[in-house]
């Protein structure tokens, strides 16, 4: 049995674990966050390479080093362990994770896995040269050679040093979807502090599971989507749901930059959630800026692809269905809006008038959990929503091939901000004796070295 596919992911873990240590102060939190901590740091590895050249272990090495003395200093700093982060909280989130996980060792067939991310590992690892050529190659357009590299990043960094083979790349993505979709898990437990537990829990859960709902293959098959939009769903809890978003802001910060720099729709949707933070947080618009450094991020990323000429079949008006460009408004949006209501439209019409009612009779108790109003949730689902809308209605491919090849994946951030806002209400609904209804907003949370403060709750 070939030990690289093993091996690799305790490189990953090894390689994130310190960063991920000091962001969660707890040993358990910090493994699943590992992953996911390398993962941004192998794109860090990426990005170097690419605009100041040389071979990518060199720079992997670097950026490792960079993110260790990083770890150190922060340990230096005070800060103490976030909520829910021992040995059984953390086997609490694994473990419901572990059965959906291991279709991991179901082949990835999938086009877009070996045509676009194992691709861009695969040049990633050859070096700057070789990478820098194949993203500004008309060739390659087909492989959307402008996407962001953090889902191709964590595997071209293990290629760098092995011998390349699928399996392995299959792994390492499915470790690092997992890692965001137990921070999403995390972080709905530690916005329903004050539910009971048993209940909490459930609810966590069952939102993580949700991003197995329209594509079962979507996490261990070697695509980006479940990845980014976990990491989405996850900022979008910790951002606007949670009561007192910015005061541990480092793990949302970090998740809504990994959604930014592993697909251009993640950009889109970390800038929607940058604005409704600061129209939330006008009262304090200096700690409200933070939540822009993962769009300038990923905006620096966009640039970067220009600048090496790398081109997309949206832009170009090309693709492997042809093109649609004298099909009627009117149609396009008509096939749009059926596609999605056949893939979410129940979920997305009960959710909502689930909240309308919640609204209307349980304003009160919903106050009393420490929860923000449940707009701001809708309020970042429908911009998603809308900007997929305005995507499929303006884009040059042909709209039925275009709808059949991508609607069930681009939707599961939609999926996962519905089952947001239903756990919420299900909390405040049923939260039974842990629903504390008098008690004061919990403010025991330590607050991040160095970004000390707070955003105004908002009420709902």
Same mark, same amino acid.
């Given at each position: ?23 969660? #102060? ?9 992953? %996911?901590? *390398? ?14 050249? $040389? ?30 982060? $021992? ?54 357009? @087909? ?7 953090? =889902? ?21 993505? !499915? ?15 530690? =916005? ?39 990491? @989405? ?13 910015? +005061? +541990? ?6 998740? %809504? ?12 949707? =970390? ?8 129209? #939330?947080?006008?009262? &304090? ?11 300038? =991020? ?11 000429? *790398? ?20 149609? +396009? ?5 059926? !596609? ?22 349980? #304003?009160?108790?919903? +106050?009393?959990? $420490?929860?923000?109003?449940d707009g701001w949730v809708w309020a970042a689902n429908g911009y998603y929503l809308t900007v997929l809308v305005g995507t499929y209605l303006t884009g040059p491919n042909d709209i039925e091939w275009w709808l059949l090849t991508s609607v069930e994946r681009v939707t599961l951030p939609v999926l996962l901000l519905s089952a947001v806002s239903l756990a919420g209400w299900v909390a405040v609904a049923f939260g039974g004796g842990g629903l504390r209804a008098q008690s004061p907003?919990?403010? &025991? ?16």
């Amino acid at each position: 049995m070939d030990p690289t596919p093993a091996l690799a992911v305790l490189a990953l873990l090894l390689a994130g674990f310190p960063l991920a240590f000091v962001i969660l #102060r707890s040993p358990f939190l910090a493994l699943l966050l590992a992953p %996911l901590v *390398a993962a941004l740091l192998s794109t860090v590895a990426v990005v170097l390479m690419l605009v100041i050249g $040389g071979p990518l272990p060199l720079w992997t090495a670097l950026v490792l080093a960079a993110g260790a003395a990083a770890a150190w200093w922060l340990w230096r700093r005070p800060g103490e362990p976030v909520a829910y982060g $021992g040995w059984s909280h953390a086997l609490l989130i694994a473990l419901p994770l572990l059965p959906p996980f291991l279709m991991v060792f179901e082949p990835a067939y999938q086009w877009d896995a070996h045509s676009i991310w194992w691709l861009h590992a695969g040049y990633f690892a050859n070096g700057s040269e070789y990478a820098r050529a194949a993203i500004g190659s008309p060739a390659f357009v @087909f492989s959307h050679t402008d996407y962001p590299p953090l =889902a191709s990043a964590p595997v071209a960094a293990v290629w760098s040093v092995v011998e390349p083979d699928f399996r392995t790349a299959q792994l390492v993505g !499915a470790v690092v979807t997992v890692s965001a979709i137990a921070m999403l898990v995390h972080l709905v437990r530690r =916005a329903l502090d004050r539910v009971s537990a048993g209940g909490a829990w459930a609810l966590a859960i069952g939102v993580g599971l949700t991003s197995w709902s329209t594509v079962t293959y979507g996490v261990t098959g070697g695509l980006a989507d479940a990845l980014w939009s976990a990491a @989405f769903a996850g900022a979008v809890v910790a951002l606007l749901l949670s009561a007192d978003p910015l +005061r +541990r802001p480092l793990l949302p910060l970090l998740l %809504l930059t990994v959604a930014a720099l592993t697909k251009n729709e993640g950009l889109v949707a =970390a800038a929607g959630i940058a604005l409704l933070v600061t129209l #939330r947080a006008r009262a &304090d618009l200096r700690r409200a800026a933070l939540v822009w450094l993962p769009v300038l =991020a990923g905006g620096a990323w966009a640039v970067l692809a220009r600048l090496l000429n *790398a081109q997309s079949d949206i832009t170009n008006g090309s693709s492997g269905g042809g093109t649609s460009r004298d099909t009627e408004l009117v149609e +396009r949006f008509q096939l749009t809006v059926t !596609a999605l209501w056949d893939v979410v439209g129940s979920v997305l019409v009960g959710a909502a008038v689930v909240a309308v009612l919640g609204a209307l009779f349980l #304003r009160a108790r919903r +106050r009393a959990t $420490g929860l923000a109003a449940d707009g701001w949730v809708w309020a970042a689902n429908g911009y998603y929503l809308t900007v997929l809308v305005g995507t499929y209605l303006t884009g040059p491919n042909d709209i039925e091939w275009w709808l059949l090849t991508s609607v069930e994946r681009v939707t599961l951030p939609v999926l996962l901000l519905s089952a947001v806002s239903l756990a919420g209400w299900v909390a405040v609904a049923f939260g039974g004796g842990g629903l504390r209804a008098q008690s004061p907003p919990v403010l &025991d949370e330590p607050r991040e070295p160095a970004l000390s403060g707070a955003m105004p709750k908002a009420t709902g």
